[in-house]
């Protein structure tokens, strides 16, 4: 089973931990999804990965969000096609849109929102050891922690549809 090093574990939880945050100041409805290995079935373990939040959007239903701590590089944001594997299954199994809320540690008060539909087509680039998908950074939506939650969820939404 892969451990994550305890210095990248901590800045996943800084991350998670600015988001809750956010979240309870904004007043939205939401749910931590908890991550053990008891609470997917045995036929999909290592199948599908959870996102850390489930947040229910007023009068329109809910979505799924997977919180990182992340630095850009080449003025991209890097995401483990393995894990890009298992969310989008997730997302297949439960019909629920799942997105990426990246806080770049250096520069808190700043998330970078990307669906994780819009990685659907782009090419794996092999960094390191890893296989990953890059994302601009440029075509993130850019969301100060200052703002609600509705009203970046409004902004991300009509970035999203390409209004």
Same mark, same amino acid.
């Given at each position: 089973?892969?451990?994550?090093?305890?210095?990248? $574990?901590?800045?996943?939880?800084?991350?998670?931990?600015?988001?809750?945050?956010?979240?309870?100041?904004?007043?939205?409805?939401?749910?931590?999804?908890?991550?053990?290995?008891?609470?997917? &079935? @045995?036929?999909?373990? *290592?199948?599908?990965?959870?996102?850390?939040?489930?947040?229910?959007?007023?009068?329109? *239903?809910?979505?799924?969000?997977?919180?990182?701590?992340?630095?850009?590089?080449?003025?991209?944001?890097?995401?483990?096609?393995?894990?890009? $594997? $298992?969310?989008?299954?997730?997302?297949?199994?439960?019909?629920?849109?799942?997105?990426?809320?990246?806080?770049?540690?250096?520069? &808190?008060?700043?998330?970078?929102?990307?669906?994780?539909?819009?990685?659907? *087509?782009?090419?794996? @680039?092999?960094?390191?050891?890893?296989?990953?998908?890059?994302? &601009?950074?440029?075509?993130?939506?850019?969301?100060?922690?200052? @703002? &609600?939650?509705?009203?970046?969820?409004?902004?991300?939404? @009509?970035?999203?549809?390409?209004?």
């Amino acid at each position: 089973m892969f451990r994550l090093p305890a210095a990248l $574990k901590a800045k996943g939880e800084e991350a998670e931990a600015a988001f809750r945050a956010w979240l309870n100041w904004s007043g939205v409805a939401f749910l931590y999804v908890e991550q053990s290995r008891l609470n997917v &079935p @045995e036929r999909l373990r *290592g199948k599908i990965k959870r996102p850390d939040y489930m947040i229910g959007i007023p009068h329109a *239903g809910m979505m799924a969000i997977d919180v990182k701590a992340k630095s850009a590089y080449d003025d991209c944001l890097l995401f483990d096609v393995g894990e890009l $594997k $298992k969310l989008s299954c997730f997302s297949d199994y439960f019909h629920v849109s799942v997105s990426f809320a990246c806080l770049n540690l250096d520069e &808190p008060g700043r998330f970078y929102w990307v669906p994780l539909s819009a990685m659907a *087509g782009r090419a794996p @680039e092999k960094r390191g050891r890893a296989w990953v998908v890059p994302f &601009p950074l440029a075509e993130a939506l850019s969301v100060a922690t200052a @703002e &609600p939650f509705i009203t970046a969820y409004a902004r991300f939404s @009509e970035r999203t549809l390409g209004l």
